[in-house]
């Protein structure tokens, strides 16, 4: 069955990235827009030509990659592949209206999720590891990109949601300035890992409304054992301050639908090995204290983290618990 006709027809939705909703605890006093229709901010940029700028701005990072902090060097436009071991193509997994996301994203009609092949990330405990690290999927044009974000827009989804984008980010802007033309006109989800290249980011600026990062770890070691990166949290931290500063809080309509912001993933793990106290004390300090925060408490040990005993195990009530508590000493209001 083509991309296409999984769309239309239906078919089984996988979970976002390495997770899903998570257990709903937060608060959900989002900002409501009432003033006037909602038009996304991509549609300014196609209107003055701005986009097509950008995607080409963006694949001349594939030609000694540096699209993601990894900063591999290696020339993608030629065929060689970096960490994320991709060259110039982009594959789909799958493309469903998915409606185990965040509330705001899901509404009546679901988010139209596009599951990406590969990562930029190696996580042990990857729930979806036949994508990220096996590479599934079909191949697919810019033009093939942009006729599956209109058929899901087509099917009633409320917002295209792009699931582990990072590494083909020139391809998605290619594929957007394309279904823009042809009419697109819902909000862009750009749901990632957090690991992010603040440069690449300011191209994005403009482009999505809606960011839904992951920050995994507070601590840089646990971040090297467990995904692979000697840096997470200096770079999610950037990161997210970019994002942030783009789209600002979450802002949902009158039917509580994301319209613009920011919504943030923090997948408790077994041990602390999240650092959830720390999470917690830098949104609500350096980003807001109202940032929407989805403490999500479904890990499960997959992939190869049988393998590593710290992480070997389900995570346990009283530590999801705890890290709620954390999250409420540290002054978060959304969560």
């Known amino acids: 069955m083509t991309i296409l006709a999984t769309i239309l027809w239906g078919g089984a939705a996988l979970c976002a990235r390495c997770h899903g909703r998570g257990r709903e605890v937060r608060y959900l ?4 827009a009432h003033t006037r229709p909602f038009r996304p901010a991509y549609l300014e940029l196609v209107d003055s030509g701005e986009l097509h700028h950008r995607a080409a701005a963006a694949r001349e990072l594939l030609r000694g990659c540096r699209l993601c902090p990894r900063r591999c060097g290696v020339n993608r436009l030629a065929g060689e592949q970096g960490a994320c071991r991709l060259g110039d193509e982009l594959r789909i997994a ?3 209206p998915h409606y185990g996301e965040e509330p705001p994203l899901v509404g009546y009609g679901g988010s139209g999720t596009i599951f990406l092949a590969s990562c930029n990330l190696a996580c042990l405990f990857c729930q979806n590891y036949e994508l990220s690290h096996g590479g599934e999927g079909y191949r697919a044009s810019p033009e093939d990109v942009a006729r599956t974000m209109l058929a899901l827009q087509q099917r009633g989804c409320h917002n295209v949601n792009f699931v582990t984008p990072t590494h083909v980010t020139p391809q998605l802007l290619q594929a957007i300035a394309l279904a823009a033309e042809q009419g697109l006109s ?3 989800v750009y749901n990632c ?4 290249s603040v440069a690449t980011l300011k191209l994005l600026d403009g482009v999505f409304d809606l960011y839904m990062p992951d920050f995994k770890y507070a601590d840089a070691a646990v971040g090297a054992r467990l995904s692979g990166v000697p840096d997470y949290p200096d770079v999610a931290k950037a990161a997210l301050r970019e994002m942030y500063r783009q789209v600002g809080d979450l802002v949902c309509d009158d039917d509580g639908l994301a ?3 920011m919504i943030i993933r923090h997948l408790v793990l077994p041990n602390a090995l999240a650092g959830t106290r720390d999470v917690a004390r830098f949104v ?3 980003l807001s204290p109202n940032a929407y925060v989805n403490l999500m408490d479904q890990y ?3 992939f190869r983290a049988q393998q ?3 992480i070997a195990r389900p995570l346990r009530p009283e530590e999801f618990s705890e890290a709620v508590r954390l999250a409420w000493e540290e002054g978060l209001t959304q969560y």
């Open 186 to 188: 819902v909000p862009l």
């Open 259 to 261: 319209q613009r912001g």
């Open 29 to 32: 006093a989002t900002t409501m």
């Open 300 to 302: 499960r040990p997959c």
């Open 308 to 310: 590593h005993p710290e």
């Open 193 to 196: 890992g957090g690991y992010e």
């Open 284 to 286: 609500a300090k350096a």
């Open 94 to 96: 799958s493309a469903v």
